[in-house]
């Protein structure tokens, strides 16, 4: 099974035509018909293409045989105040088909079980708008409050291709399906987009609609623009592979009276959330706002989640970014920057991909705080940017994985006046690839941890070295850090403390069992050695390190292991390139999955490998790979490295290809591949290092027609560092148009 993470689906672009072909030819008299008044007072005027409803009481209930609205058309709702409230509910069989004008000077409510079109030409502005295909107790409604809407077995759906506006009020669209590829506006209140069969809305507080427990799963698509003081899209989700919310387009929530700029976007059950749009949420006084994403399932993002605060302003703070799912593969730009950095925080029950941007810098004040949690593995590639700077201060990082952690990736919390932040990394195996690490500060230099605390997290005893690694950071304020039982700092990664101004700042490189270190940092203060910072690289049980002339200007260095192993640059090298092929052994000890790939069990990387002519690029398929949080069985993956040198220096991964891996240099192959696809089984890269291609040997040809027939994919890359990657071609059964080769009729079944 697959799933299509962005593109919108031909059986929704059929149904979308179908619906607009139901609505019949819009006609340039068409109303609202078949009206009956149920509760409240109200009254009807009819003139030419023109109808007014002319309502009395503050609340009024109509039942209507029809309600549609013809291009040319208008229907005009003359309430009592903006408090009023009227609710519309179709009782005969035909869908509302709004091509023309609908007026309000209160709030509507449609209500219509055969689904509501909203069509290109047509516009609705109201003091406030609620459309659904599930129905709503009328008690309720006429008390007020809050309101619990349920489907009645509708699985029709609420699409908007043109324009609506709640000018004092809320805008809520309501079924199992919703999409919106038109405009939708609420400036002073909340614009949400609830899929599901059990709705609540709430009639005030921080969040206004909750998909209710139990609710049968829904879908949100929004390609269009969502501008509101909030915004909310929420799904109740189905399986892992369903993707309940699907944003292209820009969601835009700014505040009201230093209220709302909030953002929220939740699918329940196992249901995905993708964004590839622009999702922005800023206060009213120019500070960030708030963006919170949350799924069961996955979370992919290629798009913007902008918290950040209004450029250029000067006295206020970076917002918030939440992202929770139970797998995350993070590409495109997350920000909560401001003058005061804000805060971005990832949590993922399973994997974690970064590929992309992080950012909550300070630009006139401190950093913020970036924290990224994975109860899998976390993998980030060299695009990766993690960044809690600030002007007077840097911030805090903290990335900890309770499996593997492996990056390519950069990180900074350093201080352009002021003194570094802290950078804290960990896991059961942790892997620095290529990793930049910047904690330096002009007035003096920040906390570097990877792999656990000072000593492993001992009680910090009173002198020099407690003052030297812990208690000028802070003391006993310093969180603690599990301690990793392998941490690998391999030849590509930098490590900078230092300071121009002030003292150098402290590293330290832990684990409990093996630590290997190989790479460069740089401790020095204003007066180089003098006021130079404190490196400790030990390890509870074993100790590798190599040249020690790369840790520069550190006033005390501490190796306190149980054993130390002192190689030269042949066994560096040899750690390095084990830690990118595999499992590996050298004095008994394993020395893990690669670094920055971190695989899962049977994933057969390594299968196959091939080498550019210069043989400082590297392709490794891992054909039993199940793609981005193991969804996809034996659907398989290609990883993609560079060098620094043909000595296989200075290691990194460039890229991820197969399913889910998104962001960056990543090339999502969902909806591509299927299960047991082996994608990677072959690789081969040419001479410069910018085409490959990947047989996938049990490919069952396009729509799976052909069991076991298998396929070749060809790509291609603007540069020999895996950028701009584009599939040109697929050749197997089926497989027609643009340059693929179609092999039908050549290959049969099991070739």
Do not use: C
Not at 370 to 397: D, K, L, Y
Not at 609 to 628: E, I, M, Q, W, Y
Not at 672 to 689: E, H, M, P, R, Y
């Amino acid at each position: 099974m697959t799933f299509t993470r962005l593109a919108r689906s031909p059986v929704f672009s059929l149904f979308l035509g179908m619906l607009l072909a139901s609505a019949g030819p819009p006609s340039l008299h068409a109303n609202p018909a078949g009206e009956r008044v149920v509760a409240g007072a109200a009254s009807f005027e009819r003139s030419g293409s023109t109808l007014s409803v002319r309502q009395s009481s503050n609340r009024a209930i109509i039942d209507w045989q029809s309600f549609s609205i013809g291009a040319g058309s208008q229907t005009t709702f003359l309430q009592p105040s903006a408090a009023s409230a009227t609710l519309n509910r179709v009782t005969g069989g035909d869908l509302s088909a709004i091509h023309g004008t609908l007026r309000a000077n209160g709030t509507i409510y449609l209500i219509n079980p055969n689904g509501i079109l909203v069509g290109p030409t047509g516009m609705i502005n109201t003091a406030g708008f609620v459309a659904s295909t599930h129905d709503v107790s009328n008690a309720d409604f006429l008390a007020g409050g809050d309101l619990t809407f349920r489907s009645t077995g509708s699985t029709a759906s609420v699409t908007n291709l043109g324009s609506i506006s709640a000018d004092g009020g809320d805008l809520i669209l309501i079924a199992r399906r919703v999409e919106n590829r038109g405009e939708l506006s609420a400036p002073n209140g909340t614009v949400a987009l609830a899929a599901g069969t059990e709705v609540l809305v709430k009639a005030s507080g921080e969040e206004r609609v909750f998909i209710q427990a139990g609710s049968g799963s829904g879908t949100v698509e929004n390609s269009g623009l969502v501008a509101g003081a909030s915004a909310e899209l929420k799904a109740a989700g189905g399986n892992e592979y369903a993707l309940a919310i699907n944003n292209t387009g820009t969601v835009r929530a700014t505040g009201v009276n230093r209220s709302g700029g909030r953002v929220f976007l939740g699918a329940g059950g196992r249901g995905g959330i993708s964004n590839s749009g622009r999702v922005q949420a800023r206060k009213s006084d120019g500070g960030g706002g708030e963006v919170r994403v949350k799924a069961g399932g996955s979370v992919a993002n290629d798009g913007t989640l902008d918290a950040a605060a209004t450029p250029g302003s000067t006295e206020t703070t970076g917002g918030t970014v939440l992202i929770e799912g139970g797998s995350v593969a993070l590409g495109g730009l997350i920000i909560a920057d401001g003058p005061t950095g804000g805060s971005v925080a990832i949590r993922s029950e399973g994997a974690l991909s970064l590929a992309d941007q992080l950012s909550a810098q300070g630009t006139n004040g401190s950093g913020g705080t970036i924290n990224i949690s994975a109860g899998g593995r976390i993998v980030e590639n060299s695009g990766s940017s993690v960044n809690a700077s600030g002007t007077t201060a840097g911030g805090s990082i903290r990335g900890e994985s309770a499996t593997t952690y492996g990056t390519s990736g950069s990180y900074a919390a350093s201080a352009s006046a002021g003194r570094g932040g802290r950078i804290d990394l960990t896991a059961q195996e942790l892997k620095l690839f290529s990793t930049q690490l910047d904690a330096s500060g002009t007035l003096g230099g920040g906390l570097v941890r990877l792999g656990g605390a000072f000593q492993g997290g001992k009680a910090v005893e009173p002198g020099a070295l407690g003052d030297l690694f812990v208690n000028r950071f802070g003391g006993s304020t310093v969180p603690e850090l599990t301690s990793a039982s392998k941490t690998l700092v391999n030849d590509g990664a930098r490590i900078d403390v230092s300071s121009s101004q002030g003292e150098g700042g402290a590293l330290v490189v832990w684990s409990d069992d093996l630590t290997t270190f190989v790479g460069q940092v740089a401790a020095g203060g204003s007066r180089g050695v003098s006021n130079g910072g404190g490196v400790e690289i030990s390890s509870a049980v074993t100790l590798r390190h190599a040249d020690l002339g790369s840790i520069i200007g550190a006033s005390t260095l501490l190796l306190d292991p149980k054993n130390i192993v002192i190689g030269d640059t042949a066994q560096a090298q040899g750690w390095s390139y084990q830690a990118i092929l595999g499992f590996g052994y050298s004095n008994g000890v394993n020395l893990g999955s690669p670094t920055g790939v971190s695989l899962g069990a049977d994933d057969l990387f390594g299968s196959s490998v091939s080498l550019n002519a210069a043989g400082d690029r590297l392709a490794v398929g891992a054909s039993s790979d199940a793609g981005f949080g193991n969804v996809l069985g034996g659907s398989g993956a290609v990883y993609l490295f560079s060098f620094t040198d043909t000595s296989f220096s200075g290691g990194s991964l460039q890229s991820t290809i197969g399913h889910g891996y998104t962001g960056g240099k990543n090339f999502d192959l969902s909806g591509t591949l299927g299960a047991d696809d082996f994608f990677g089984s072959s690789v081969s890269l040419n001479a410069a290092g910018d085409r490959l291609a990947v047989g996938a040997y049990e490919d069952d040809g396009f729509s799976d027609a052909l069991s076991r027939s298998g396929a070749v994919y060809l790509f291609s890359f603007t540069d020999t560092n895996f950028a701009g990657g584009s599939l040109l071609s697929t050749i197997g059964h089926g497989y027609t148009g643009g340059k693929n080769l179609n092999l039908s009729g050549t290959l049969g079944d099991e070739d």
